[in-house]
């Protein structure tokens, strides 16, 4: 009779633990939720993966009905709001980029982040100039290329804006930062245009000079993040969605492999 209580406790035991279990999941998937939205294409897999290795079945339904893009034991379904073109825009070309500058080993002077007014490619003037002038450096043609591969098809009105540090500039073609920045803004452009094939009247070019830095310009290292050019591609106002600005690929410290001074 003991060894008989023994084995039913045991077999309570189990069924304690596969309660437990199905808590966590549901916690789980109440968590991942709300992220479904910045990342859909990593939320399936996820779920796929615990569907597989649990065989605990999740429907998972489009907003405003249809059926589920995972099969499901009929115990209900998470409707998945419908990504905006933005947001399909913003993850095919971190896709796009991640792939370019990983096989460049670019990755760290390249991020793509989301603004308000729509998506931005952020890109280190460690890439794309050399020392204090405006023609761009060759490592930077393959990134621009990618990036005008992807904008050629789209409609977008597209937003380039050069930014230097605040140091003065060596050169007597450029009296202060803003001609400067106002040429290597014209100069990303250009190449847009020529290279690219993108059509002049979708692109406006805009100097900032130092006055919209990063970071403060205290260091060297902060100075090199701060050299940038954003190419910003711009969306309607009525597209806007909450999609929290500043999310994006991170950017390594562009200041690795530039150690002057100037802007």
Do not use: C
Request: glycine share 10%.
């Amino acid at each position: 009779m003991a060894g008989g209580g023994h084995d039913s406790a045991g077999g309570l035991r189990w069924l304690l633990t596969y309660s437990d279990l199905i808590t966590l999941l549901m916690a789980f998937f109440m968590v991942m939720y709300p992220s479904s939205n910045a990342d859909l294409e990593r939320f399936h897999e996820v779920l796929a993966s615990i569907q597989r290795g649990f065989g605990v079945g999740v429907s998972i339904l489009p907003a405003g009905g249809g059926t589920g893009v995972l099969p499901g034991q009929g115990q209900g379904a998470i409707p998945i709001p419908e990504l905006s073109q933005r947001s399909k825009d913003y993850l095919a070309l971190s896709k796009l980029l991640a792939v370019q500058t990983a096989a460049q080993g670019t990755g760290k002077f390249v991020a793509v982040n989301v603004r308000r007014e729509g998506i931005a490619v952020t890109l280190s003037g460690a890439l794309l100039f050399p020392s204090g002038g405006t023609e761009l450096s060759p490592q930077s043609a393959k990134v621009l290329d990618a990036i005008a591969r992807f904008l050629a098809p789209l409609p977008n009105k597209i937003r380039v804006e050069a930014h230097t540090d605040d140091l003065p500039t060596n050169d007597p073609r450029y009296p202060t930062n803003w001609e400067l920045s106002v040429a290597r803004a014209v100069t990303v452009v250009r190449y847009l245009i020529e290279h690219g094939h993108i059509q002049p009247e979708r692109l406006i070019a805009v100097g900032r000079a130092q006055y919209a830095p990063l970071v403060p310009n205290d260091t060297r290292e902060h100075r090199a993040l701060n050299r940038r050019a954003d190419i910003v591609i711009l969306y309607p106002p009525e597209d806007e969605e909450k999609f929290p600005e500043g999310v994006g690929l991170p950017v390594e410290n562009p200041a690795q492999g530039s150690t002057s001074n100037r802007p």
